[in-house]
């Protein structure tokens, strides 16, 4: 347990983390008053009761593993339920393109392929490539992922300060390319995620999403859900942009959509725990007495 007094002491994370903490040792005190005998002198028998409900013997007197299951599972419940949340988290506006660009900032190469532009589904570019189908609602935002480069297609956001209920950007996109039946490719083209400064700057990061290497043929990748994880940027003011590079120039048909551009919290300490505790009772109707042992060494560590 010794993770979870990792933050920094001051933030609403670690108080959390401390309360939680004193509920566990507090829970175990309890039962070594109960019981005064020291934990690892715990001997596990099963009984015959219907539910094959495992139990613990110290001495003559017994503790179900049950009961101490479910007073830590209401326990992380009511610090999930008591943890209050930000108003101001970073936000998407208008992630699925309904207003067009509105709340974006476009930015397309000089010469290109297919321009960039808000589509309603049903467009097609050819070449054999997929019919632009929105993941939500009607419209996305399209490009033909090549034309005159040396060049970037892209399309921004400032979304504001991102915190740990705005962590992770999620969005899906698709593509198709041909650089194998038309010639003169010999680098890839890449989309990325660049995280900038608010208003503009050098890269702070970059995450690549989709490469499309020279001399291949992808007619259809399906409809892609992306996840970026942005929690190296909590605290930070930033803008997201939608980077296509193009290295060389008319290499190859292309066509690129995106679609459904949200963000959401990174699983905090204390649901991760909740999980894990979920996970364990599965297991617990399973194996049986294999999960408990598995919850009283994770208690004596503590």
């Known amino acids: 347990m010794r993770w979870l007094l990792a933050k920094n002491q001051g933030s609403p994370d670690s108080q959390c983390n401390r309360m939680l903490l004193h509920i566990l040792t507090s829970t175990i005190a309890v039962q070594q008053k109960v019981e005064p005998v020291p934990l690892s002198t715990l001997t596990k028998v099963k009984t015959m009761n219907p539910h094959n409900v495992l139990r613990f013997r110290a001495g003559t007197r017994h503790?179900?593993?049950?009961?101490?299951?479910?007073?830590?599972?209401?326990?992380?419940?009511?610090l999930l339920i008591s943890t209050p949340s930000e108003s101001s988290a970073a936000t998407i506006v208008?992630?699925?393109?309904?207003?067009?660009?509105?709340?974006?900032?476009?930015?397309?190469?000089?010469?290109?392929?297919?321009s960039l532009a808000v589509r309603p589904n049903g467009f097609n570019s050819g070449f054999g490539f997929?019919?632009?189908?929105?993941?939500?609602?009607?419209?996305?935002?399209?490009?033909?992922?090549?034309?005159?480069?040396?060049?970037?297609?892209?399309?921004?956001?400032?979304?504001?300060?991102?915190?740990?209920?705005?962590?992770?950007?999620?969005?899906?996109?698709?593509?198709?390319?041909?650089?194998?039946?038309?010639?003169?490719?010999?680098?890839?083209?890449?989309?990325?995620?660049?995280?900038?400064?608010?208003?503009?700057?050098?890269?702070?990061?970059?995450?690549?999403?989709?490469?499309?290497?020279?001399?291949?043929?992808?007619?259809?990748?399906?409809?892609?859900?992306?996840?970026?994880?942005?929690?190296?940027?909590?605290?930070?003011?930033?803008?997201?942009?939608?980077?296509?590079?193009?290295?060389?120039?008319?290499?190859?048909?292309?066509?690129?959509?995106?679609?459904?551009?949200?963000?959401?919290?990174?699983?905090?300490?204390?649901?991760?725990i909740l999980v894990m505790i979920g996970t364990a009772s599965l297991l617990m109707r399973r194996r049986g007495h294999l999960a408990i042992r598995s919850a009283l060494s994770l208690s004596q560590q503590v």
């Open 94 to 114: 208008n992630g699925s393109f309904e207003s067009g660009f509105s709340g974006w900032i476009p930015g397309d190469i000089a010469s290109p392929h297919i």
């Open 130 to 272: 997929f019919t632009s189908s929105a993941t939500d609602a009607a419209m996305v935002a399209s490009h033909g992922f090549d034309g005159g480069g040396p060049g970037t297609i892209s399309f921004a956001q400032d979304i504001g300060v991102v915190d740990a209920s705005s962590a992770m950007l999620r969005f899906d996109y698709r593509a198709g390319w041909d650089m194998l039946n038309y010639g003169g490719s010999t680098q890839p083209r890449v989309f990325s995620i660049v995280v900038r400064p608010a208003g503009g700057g050098a890269s702070l990061a970059s995450y690549e999403v989709l490469r499309a290497n020279a001399g291949t043929r992808v007619l259809d990748t399906g409809s892609i859900l992306a996840e970026i994880n942005l929690g190296a940027h909590i605290n930070s003011n930033v803008r997201i942009s939608f980077e296509a590079f193009i290295p060389q120039s008319f290499t190859g048909p292309a066509f690129l959509q995106v679609d459904r551009v949200a963000l959401s919290a990174i699983p905090e300490p204390a649901t991760a």
């Open 63 to 78: 503790k179900t593993a049950k009961s101490l299951f479910i007073t830590i599972l209401v326990s992380v419940s009511w």
